[in-house]
């Protein structure tokens, strides 16, 4: 919400990158990381038709398969033991399954044959069977997964096409050694046990679920709007430009020595309105407890002017500014590694430090000042640069959330913001020093 950048064509080869393009790669990134997006979400899926030999036909339309979905793995399995084999698709966006059934009228005949290992592995993976059917010869092996991310059943599937008789199935089984069955009618389902010599007929499988008209969907429960998100382990921001109307270069270091409030508003916001309602009416307890607030505008397209009448009439001008775009960039940042991905963060929306410009607590929305009072009193007693420190819950060790810093430092390098990286990776150091024991 709070960033916009343009993608770009690629570099010619041979030339340097632009600014355009490693922007570019910056909001990719972000995206797919932190917005659960997709690298490939509009590309429909394809099936294709083995014609003989190398030929294949398009035939995505005709099977229904063309889903305009991320797909990511296939498997095939005869779900309903009718001889068809049916598919299940697994996507990275929503739907994340499908399961397809078979209804080709005239499928043909076929067979299905389960194995068990007895001297070789019991799954007998890496086995190769060889039908011979009708004059046809088919040839498989039973493999541990197959494609990406995926594994087909277990149970092998044969095709007989207008075959109305097996002549005979020969198995050789890892290891080398081979056995031949016989006796196996079409259409049919067969254990084969190595060893045994003789083929079982399995009998088909009590199968209703998806059969019928599926369930009426669940009714959506009513979303609980979160509030307010504390950081067991704080963030360091003390390099977060925060422009002030005539002091372009101000960062959150200028306000070192207490707690800083940096809130993000809009003059269209009413909400926004109504919390600085609040903070006027709460001005000596905020005061008395050492808490700056930090307006900045967020609205694009706002006049600053107008922006800063509508702050005096408030009285909470003086500290205020309008966000710049390195602003936004960096809590973005900030936000998409602490709260859920693909989150849309509500203006007003607020941000807690202590006094050493550590991000504390995240407010999405209008803050409650219940909790803002709370944590104007909590937020001084528990000072520590890694919140690691065992003094901290009465001599016993509080083992919190180790934050990826150095994830962030390159997020932050990415986005141009030096400063805010070099915090980061410092973080990440000390971090690393302290679970090596080098407190």
Sequence with gaps: MFWRRVASQSSVEGEEFTEEYKDAWFTMNMLVEDQSMSWSGRESNRVFLNLGGVRFADISGLTGADYIEDGRACARLDWDEDGRQDLVLRSRNAPRLRMMLNRWPNPGNWLQIDLV?????????????????GGMRLRDTLRAGEGILSMSSKRLHFGLGAAVAVDRVRVRWPGGAEEIFTGLAPNARWLLVQGAG??????????TALLGPPPAPAQASERRNISRVP????LPMSALPLPGWDTPDRTLADFAGGMVLV?????????????????????NFLANAGMKIVPMLVEEGADPQTARAWLTERNFDKLAGVASPATLDAIA???SDVLPRSEEIPLPASLLFDAQGQLCVIYVGEIQFRELSGDSVSIPRLQSDLLLDPRLVGGNLLVARVRNFDKLAKKFAQ????????LAERRA???????KGGQ
Aim: glycine share 6%; aromatic share 6%.
């Design 117 to 133: 290992g007895r001297t070789c592995n019991r799954d007998a993976i890496g086995a190769q069977i060889l039908v011979e059917a």
């Design 429 to 435: 150091a000390d971090v690393q020093a302290y679970l």
């Design 231 to 234: 950081l067991l382990s704080r």
């Design 198 to 207: 003789t083929a079982v007929p399995v009998g088909k499988s009590a199968v």
């Design 333 to 335: 940042i900030a936000l």
């Design 415 to 422: 986005a141009g913001l030096a400063p805010l990286a070099a």
């Design 263 to 283: 809130n993000l508003f809009s003059t269209t916001c009413a909400a926004c309105s109504e919390e600085f309602e609040m903070f006027k009416r709460r001005r």
